[in-house]
């Protein structure tokens, strides 16, 4: 997939309709559209650009017809705040992200400070709706519920295997990492490793070294598919036949490409399917049509388009304050993930995770199913 490479503080707008000099209401799609994590900022973006072109084309919102700009935080918190920053100048009104928690956290802060309303499809750190900030949603699950699913997983099916636990030392991953490790040892399992690794780094033959010497059987990894699948490879090169248990960070298909054969068998957390929802079957013959794979949070973003859009209806307002005031009621919204309601600090009040396993496919490629 070929992507433009876009500094933090430029923005490309697209106008998805041309309505003569009418004022659009402007959504902002923020997430790295560039270096590591760019396969999930694609996702965000494919996401977002499909709902908001169906919503034009429908007559737009309450009337209005909706543009998006874009900004790429390429996985930094720092520019992350730039992107933020710079929507806040353009006028936006509402923002679909951020990916990464540790650049969702400080941007959400903007956002809030400056009457944006924000949903972000993929964040999952508990921090992020904890800080009372009435103006920040998410449409998918946090990492205190992935990694209690993980840990009673571990405990009921794992007890009698040895665990290891590595993270990217990341909000994200250390925080998932650290929510396993809670559950796992409040249910009797005591982890035989526990390791950080640096984002970014190539060789892991030291972290390799050391699950192999302490017999881990298991290893979980809280972090994203770049280190993960690195880790995995290097593993089976050396050896070391320790099944990889990860979190929704890992959810790309790309994961399997840099962890290689031995990929098959990693056990994953992660929201039920969405694709296999009926709701979501029209959604995803327009993306078939464009030649782009929906996977993991693609519908999680077109969700957050629609539940911003729902509740401007219910209200007859297109006020983002109002509009928050309107999702913090508890009531339900249909979207393509399901129905969505949230409660007073901007969760999702639903249950958002199930154990997948990649398996190999007929075709030879290796990817997810769930179990």
């Known amino acids: 997939m070929r992507f433009v490479k876009l500094a933090a503080a430029v923005f490309v707008t697209l106008a998805l309709a041309s309505c003569g000099g009418e004022q659009k209401l402007k959504i902002g799609v923020a997430g790295p559209l560039t270096g590591r994590d760019a396969v999930f900022g694609a996702q965000l973006k494919y996401g977002a650009e499909q709902a908001v072109a169906d919503i034009n084309a429908a007559g ?8 998006l700009l874009y ?17 806040v100048g353009e006028g936006v009104s509402f923002v679909i ?3 990464n928690s540790g650049v969702t956290e400080p941007a959400s802060e903007v956002y809030a400070e400056n009457g944006i309303l924000m949903i972000t499809p993929g964040s999952t750190n508990p921090k992020i709706t904890e800080r009372g900030l009435t103006s920040v949603f998410r449409t998918c699950g946090r990492d205190d519920q992935q990694g209690k699913v993980a840990g009673e997983y571990i405990a009921a099916n794992l007890k009698d295997k040895k665990i290891a636990i590595a993270h990217d030392k990341t909000t994200y991953g250390k925080g998932l990492a650290d929510e396993t490790k809670k559950t796992m040892n409040g249910l009797g399992v005591t982890e035989v490793l526990y390791e950080g690794v640096n984002t970014g780094e190539r060789d892991f033959s030291a972290l390799v070294s050391k699950i192999k010497a ?7 990894w809280g972090g994203v598919h770049t280190e ?14 320790a099944v990889m248990m990860g979190g929704d960070g ?16 990693t056990l994953m957390t992660f929201g039920p399917d969405p694709q296999k929802r009926p709701e979501a079957q029209a959604v995803l013959a327009k993306f078939a049509a464009r030649n782009f794979k929906p996977e993991a949070y693609t519908l999680y973003s077109y969700a957050a388009v629609q539940v911003i859009a ?9 006020d983002p304050a109002k509009i928050a005031a309107e999702l913090h009621t508890g009531k339900s919204y249909k979207t393509v993930i399901g129905d969505l309601a949230f409660d007073a600090k901007g969760d999702v009040t639903r249950l958002d995770y199930v154990m997948y396993t990649w398996q190999k496919q007929p075709d030879g490629s290796i990817t997810y199913v769930q179990n």
């Not at 996985?75 to 929507?87: E, Y």
């Open 60 to 67: 737009g919102l309450n009337g209005q017809q909706l543009e």
């Open 71 to 87: 900004g790429d935080d390429a996985g930094d918190p720092k520019q992350g705040r730039s992107v933020a920053n710079n929507f």
């Open 310 to 318: 729902e509740a401007a209806k219910a209200i007859n307002s297109v």
């Open 228 to 241: 993960g699948g690195s880790i995995l490879r290097q593993m089976r090169g050396a050896g070391v036949t």
């Open 250 to 265: 890992i959810a790309t298909n790309e994961f399997a490409q840099l962890g290689g054969p031995g990929t098959e068998g």
């Open 214 to 220: 302490s017999g881990a059987d298991v290893v979980y």
């Open 97 to 99: 992200g951020h990916f």
